[in-house]
């Protein structure tokens, strides 16, 4: 006879110590050819403009970045979560352009932007 | 009670020689701070400090600053206080640097905290006296300065003051 399993349940209350954000950037004239180290320099610069040298020197890592779609996905401390998205909402321009960043998801939990219902599309599988 | 807490920061502009300090004024003070607090915090540093600080007394003779701010935000202004390195005066550039002796909740606790550290100062200048002369000076200056006209206003305003006085030590 085995034993009946022992039934357990974690609860995390916000276990992570950093949050996730999918971001894109919408330039007003099409596509230009941004790097991610340019794409990395043009947020510090917000920040900085915003908050400041000190500001401007807290860490957030660009963990991903698509170069045809400009979009990215930032990581940064709880901490700096609101600092950094205050800075990319009043960011207005890239290089004498107007610009703007639009933030599609914010996760403490990396696996959660994997999937995103809003982009999701249906294939024509579905319409049988 | 709703009213508006503000923390008081006692400084101290030190100089590498005493005759540039004649020519401060507060006006000095606040414009270097603020460009500080600007390169620092940006913005959000600039518009707190529009909000909530204002020098409230500069002594020119010794160069004792009291700085006033809102309670929220003394330490964004505290740490600015720093990154200063050089004060200007109608052209004339003076470095200096500022350093903070004590934060008060109210300018009586800022005073009383002044007078004591006067006397310390004037403890420590003792040993260095060269004349005779001179010890019998320091010694009359330590006599003299006491706390009794502190005291007096304490004791008309016993009981009904219920200042938030935050005494931190630096």
Same mark, same amino acid.
Request: hydrophobic content about 35%; some cysteine.
């Given at each position: 006879?085995?034993?009946?399993?022992?039934?357990?349940r974690y609860v995390y209350k916000n276990d992570s110590v950093y949050h996730?954000?999918?971001?894109?950037?919408?330039?007003?004239?099409?596509?230009?050819?941004?790097?991610?180290?340019?794409?990395?320099?043009?947020?510090?610069?917000?920040? %900085?403009?915003?908050? @400041?040298?000190?500001?401007?020197? &807290?860490?957030? *890592?660009?963990?991903? &970045?698509? $170069?045809?779609?400009?979009?990215?996905?930032?990581?940064?401390?709880n901490s700096?979560?609101?600092?950094?998205? /205050?800075?990319?909402?009043?960011? #207005?321009?890239?290089?004498?352009?107007?610009?703007?960043?639009?933030?599609?998801?914010?996760s403490p939990f990396?696996?959660a932007?994997?999937?995103? =219902?809003?982009?999701? $599309?249906? @294939? *024509?599988?579905?319409?049988? | 009670?709703?009213?508006?807490?503000?923390?008081?920061?006692?400084?101290?502009?030190?100089?590498?020689?005493?005759?540039?300090?004649?020519?401060?004024?507060?006006?000095?003070?606040?414009?270097?701070?603020?460009?500080?607090?600007?390169?620092?915090? #940006?913005?959000? +540093? =600039?518009?707190?400090?529009?909000?909530?600080?204002?020098?409230?007394?500069?002594?020119?003779?010794? @160069?004792? !600053?009291?700085?006033?701010?809102?309670? %929220?935000?003394?330490?964004?202004?505290? =740490?600015?206080? =720093?990154?200063?390195?050089?004060?200007?005066?109608?052209?004339?550039?003076?470095?200096?640097?500022?350093?903070?002796?004590?934060?008060?909740?109210?300018?009586?606790?800022?005073?009383?905290?002044?007078? %004591?550290?006067?006397?310390? $100062?004037?403890?420590?200048?003792?040993?260095?006296? %060269?004349? *005779?002369?001179?010890?019998?000076?320091?010694?009359?200056?330590?006599?003299?300065?006491?706390?009794?006209? !502190?005291?007096?206003?304490?004791?008309?305003?016993? +009981? /009904?003051?219920?200042?938030?006085? #935050?005494?931190?030590?630096?």
């Open positions: 006879m085995e034993e009946p399993s022992k039934f357990e996730y954000m999918k971001i894109s950037l919408v330039l007003e004239n099409g596509n230009k050819y941004i790097t991610d180290a340019q794409f990395k320099q043009l947020i510090t610069c917000g920040l %900085k403009d915003l908050y @400041g040298e000190v500001g401007a020197s &807290f860490p957030f *890592d660009l963990l991903k &970045f698509d $170069q045809n779609e400009l979009t990215g996905i930032l990581r940064v401390y700096g979560l609101v600092k950094l998205w /205050s800075a990319l909402t009043l960011l #207005g321009s890239y290089q004498n352009e107007a610009c703007a960043f639009r933030v599609m998801q914010v990396l696996l932007l994997s999937g995103n =219902s809003r982009e999701l $599309q249906f @294939g *024509d599988q579905l319409t049988l | 009670m709703v009213r508006f807490k503000s923390r008081y920061l006692l400084c101290e502009v030190c100089v590498p020689d005493r005759s540039s300090l004649q020519l401060l004024e507060d006006r000095t003070i606040y414009n270097t701070l603020r460009a500080a607090v600007n390169r620092a915090h #940006g913005d959000y +540093g =600039s518009a707190l400090f529009n909000i909530g600080v204002i020098v409230k007394y500069l002594n020119a003779h010794t @160069g004792v !600053v009291l700085i006033r701010s809102r309670k %929220k935000h003394y330490r964004l202004i505290w =740490s600015a206080l =720093s990154f200063i390195t050089c004060l200007e005066n109608r052209g004339q550039k003076v470095q200096c640097f500022l350093n903070c002796l004590h934060v008060g909740g109210t300018i009586r606790t800022c005073q009383k905290f002044l007078v %004591k550290y006067n006397r310390q $100062q004037l403890h420590r200048m003792l040993p260095d006296c %060269k004349t *005779d002369a001179e010890k019998q000076e320091v010694r009359r200056a330590i006599l003299s300065c006491s706390l009794s006209n !502190v005291r007096e206003e304490e004791a008309d305003e016993d +009981g /009904s003051d219920d200042d938030d006085d #935050g005494d931190e030590e630096t």
